[in-house]
């Protein structure tokens, strides 16, 4: 009424496409159609990546109020722990993978997907740069870019080479589907090679040596899987080379499988012996040419291994638009993209980062408790008393709980009993805590909370934490669930990540496994090969893939691998 020349207009909004329209009836009776140069009002969030992390976040993702874009080179996701049966045949390259799309078409929500590379991370413009995949059928190499207002990097790792010469352009990886089907290729066409007539023996002993670097979960499981499609397949197969096939695991340390319980260790390395599996640990690899692998063992003895095909599995480095990028935000001289414990990329604020690529701050973590410490030393002594000490350690435990972990795992009730340990047999009244003894006496908490572990396992976990967390956003901000703020009053928005480590396996061939459960629970025989397979067909991400794993087992149990060369 204030207004009559609004009062006669008829404004509806509506959304459509992209973008909103107004439409507006105005006095004279004829209808316009305004375009209302407003963005979408949704946040928009890009997702680099479509492995463990990245998938898992848009499995978790419900909140329809993002527009979400997705890019990686690959448009599917694949299921890693199953790549080095994929090596041999034991489950088809396809069993393994989902497309993505696939993934996120039963999501009532806004996804896209892109298949191209992100090239550079433009933090300060809230942009990416992306390029369109290599190896596509169209061949191109267009590149665009990418609005966001927040980014998740979920873009895992690559196969790190120490800069050992030789090994880029010689040794095979096991890392992406790819890399397992020329894997499964070259092993037959070594077997294929080493049958042709005009050879030495001495050359088809060469052709018929398979070494693997690096003696973790995957070098160990692909040397199994590789003595198994030998001994049970191959040599059926192959029966004039049999004698000369040969398999050698080089382990620069003194023990394979070092994550691993000691007990899963010995029974590993016994195995492997017993079955013939060439396995010298103590021995650096320092060089690698077309037919020779150069090693230097710890007594300083240099020697080497003439080799048919070599397989590099000795663990992960950045990939380069993540080195560029840390270099960006002042994280050059880091292992990964440091993150604080709600996965922020450090000096960003709208940057996430998760899984391979990512490991959280812990010295930051260090720092804050210390601190916590000192504040709470009011007259500047030094020293708090067992009581003061007990109240801080309380608050120290919510807002880290790794702290809180790592006391439950030594069955030690907080720091003051972890202070008596180190200090022998003490009266707890007469504790006074000293705060730089206590520093110290953190370091074990400190390793303890060292880098969570590469694996698919935490991967997993963070993109469904920050799933939820985006999820929850905006009820959070209104209402933070979190821990105390060290910095400043009130509380942080969610709570920091937790992970909570389910075990891990180690398949050691012949239908053996080790696992290793939490609470030290190891279990190693035929009896967890069974629950290695529950779990990994249950873990599938779609029933297409948990049926076509299974039936590839079965086809395996009836058939044996197959060993065409295609
Ligand atoms: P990835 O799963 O590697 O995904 C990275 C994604 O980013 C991919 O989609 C990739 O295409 C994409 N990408 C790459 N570059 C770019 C770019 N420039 N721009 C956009 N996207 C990009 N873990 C376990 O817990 N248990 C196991 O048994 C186990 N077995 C394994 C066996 C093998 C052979 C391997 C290689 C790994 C295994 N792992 C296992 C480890 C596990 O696979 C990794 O820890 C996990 O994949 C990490 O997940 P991620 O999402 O960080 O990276």
Not at 453 to 480: H, I, S, W
Request: aromatic share 8%; charged share 25%; with cysteine.
């Amino acid at each position: 009424h204030d207004h009559p020349s609004l009062s006669k207009i008829v404004v509806l909004f509506a959304v459509s496409g992209g973008g909103l329209v107004a439409y507006a009836e105005a006095n004279s009776g004829a209808q316009a159609i305004v375009p209302v140069e407003a963005e979408s009002k949704k946040k928009r969030v890009v997702v680099l990546g479509t492995g463990w992390a990245g998938t898992s976040f848009l499995r978790n993702i419900k909140n329809p109020t993002y527009d979400i874009q997705v890019i990686s080179p690959r448009n599917y996701f694949a299921f890693t722990p199953l790549l080095p049966s994929v090596t041999c045949g034991t489950v088809e390259a396809r069993s393994v993978v989902e497309p993505i799309r696939n993934i996120v078409r039963k999501k009532n929500m806004d996804i896209r997907f892109l298949e191209a590379e992100c090239v550079k991370i433009d933090a300060e413009n809230k942009k990416v740069h992306c390029r369109t995949s290599n190896g596509t059928n169209l061949n191109g190499k267009e590149e665009f870019v990418v609005d966001y207002d927040y980014l998740v990097i979920a873009i895992g790792a690559r196969s790190n080479t120490f800069n050992i010469p030789g090994v880029e352009e010689n040794c095979k990886f096991l890392k992406e589907v790819e890399d397992a089907q020329e894997i499964r290729r070259s092993v037959i066409d070594c077997f294929e090679r080493a049958s042709l007539p005009n050879l030495s023996d001495e050359e088809r002993k060469r052709i018929l040596h398979f070494v693997i670097v690096g003696g973790g979960p995957t070098g160990v499981e692909f040397a199994a899987e590789l003595y198994d499609f030998v001994n049970e397949d191959l040599v059926k197969l192959y029966p004039r080379v049999k004698e000369l096939v040969n398999i050698t695991l080089l382990e620069a340390a003194d023990h394979i499988l070092n994550m691993f319980d000691k007990r899963i260790t010995e029974f590993a390395e016994t195995k492997f012996r017993r079955e013939g599996i060439n396995l010298k640990t103590g021995s650096m690899v320092v060089k690698v040419t077309d037919k020779e692998i150069s090693t230097k063992e710890k007594t300083g003895e240099a020697s080497s291994i003439p080799y048919g095909m070599a397989v590099w599995s000795t663990g992960i480095g950045q990939r380069p638009v993540v080195r560029d990028f840390m270099k960006q935000v002042g994280q050059a001289s880091r292992r990964a993209l440091a993150t604080d414990e709600w996965l922020r990329v450090e000096q960003t604020d709208s940057i996430y980062a998760l899984g391979d690529c990512a490991t959280i701050n812990q010295r930051k973590v260090m720092e804050d408790i210390v601190a916590i410490f000192s504040k709470a030393d009011k007259d500047n002594s030094g020293t708090l008393t067992a009581k003061e000490a007990r109240e801080v350690i309380a608050d120290i435990c919510e807002r880290y709980p790794q702290v809180e972990l790592y006391l439950k795992n030594k069955k030690l009730g907080d720091v003051v009993d972890l202070l008596k340990e180190s200090k022998g047999d003490v009266k707890e009244e007469s504790i006074e805590l000293d705060i730089a003894e206590f520093t110290s006496a953190l370091s074990q908490v400190d390793s303890q909370m060292k880098n969570l572990p590469a694996t698919a396992q935490v991967a997993a976990q963070q993109g469904a934490y920050l799933a939820d967390c985006f999820n929850r956003m905006e009820q959070c901000e209104k209402y933070p669930e979190g821990p105390l703020r060290f910095r400043g009053e009130g509380r942080h928005r969610f709570r920091p990540f937790r992970y909570k480590h389910l075990g891990q396996f180690a398949p050691l061939g012949g239908e053996q496994t080790a696992a290793q459960l939490p609470g030290d629970w190891v279990s190693i025989g035929h009896s967890s090969q069974w629950l290695w397979y529950s779990v990994y067909a249950s873990k599938q991400v779609s029933w297409r893939t948990r049926m076509l794993v299974i039936s590839d087992w079965m086809r395996r149990f009836v058939f044996g691998r197959d060993s065409s060369r295609i």
